[in-house]
């Protein structure tokens, strides 16, 4: 069983790009949640999709957001991007919600120059 | 809200050892989740342990076992026989259950294991 793909591994951007990442989830998983990694803040909760439908959001700015198609793919946008953008993003996929086993993509690593 | 703290940012053990790492964490909820995920320098973060906070008996996965202590909001893993493939950050991780609920995750903490 393929595991939970991250397009792509590395990235960098100019500040004022923006820039699209992909998480492909587990076969069958309905739900992919995203999460911005950096040394200082530790792992924060960006959004969850289920089923195409933006179903919890954490506290990031609207430059933020985020789509799941039909096939459960998810994309994530960050649109006028700021240094302080520069992070692990991280995505993770389950079942049915948070109290099966949440399986994490090994992450896109953007750097903002 | 729910937060999740592990006060040990690094921790050493030697091969063969036992170590245990802390944690606690505050919610109102009576219905939880814990969770132990491990993040090895390949960035993958692997789930090492789960506990249903409805449970009382504690949760073991060969070598990993956790101390749950609900009243305490205590959530302490315990890694046996360290190995050095063990090396790795170690997140601790809380979520309610709910529909609206979500994944959060305390620091961290750098383990090392020597050889």
């Known amino acids: 069983k393929a595991g939970v793909t991250q397009t792509p591994r590395y990235l960098i951007k100019t500040r004022g790009q923006q820039v699209t990442l992909s998480c492909s989830p587990i076969?069958?998983?309905?739900?992919v949640s995203w999460y911005q990694q950096t040394p200082g803040q530790g792992l924060q909760f960006l959004f969850e999709y289920f089923s195409e439908t933006q179903r919890n959001k954490g506290n990031f700015p609207g430059r933020f957001s985020g789509r799941q198609f039909s096939n459960s793919r998810s994309e994530m946008n960050v649109s006028t991007l700021e240094l302080g953008d520069s992070a692990l993003y991280l995505c993770?996929?389950?079942?049915?919600?948070?109290?099966?086993?949440?399986?994490f993509g090994q992450g896109t690593r953007l750097t903002v120059v | 809200a729910q937060t999740v703290t592990q006060s040990q940012p690094e921790m050493s053990v030697q091969e063969a050892e036992t170590v245990t790492l802390s944690c606690t964490y505050d919610?109102?909820?009576?219905?939880?989740?814990l969770f132990w995920y491990k993040q090895p320098p390949s960035r993958q973060m692997i789930l090492v342990i789960r506990q249903e906070a409805y449970k009382q008996q504690n949760a073991t996965e060969n070598r990993f076992s956790v101390n749950f202590q609900k009243a305490a909001k205590s959530f302490s893993l315990k890694i046996s026989d360290s190995q050095l493939g063990d090396t790795a950050m170690y997140f601790c991780a809380f979520i309610s259950t709910g529909a609206n609920s979500k994944l959060t995750f305390g620091k961290g903490i750098t383990l090392s294991v020597r050889p």
């Open positions: 993770a996929s389950s079942g049915q919600g948070w109290g099966t086993e949440a399986f």
């Open positions: 919610t109102s909820e009576s219905n939880y989740y």
């Open positions: 076969s069958g998983h309905r739900s």
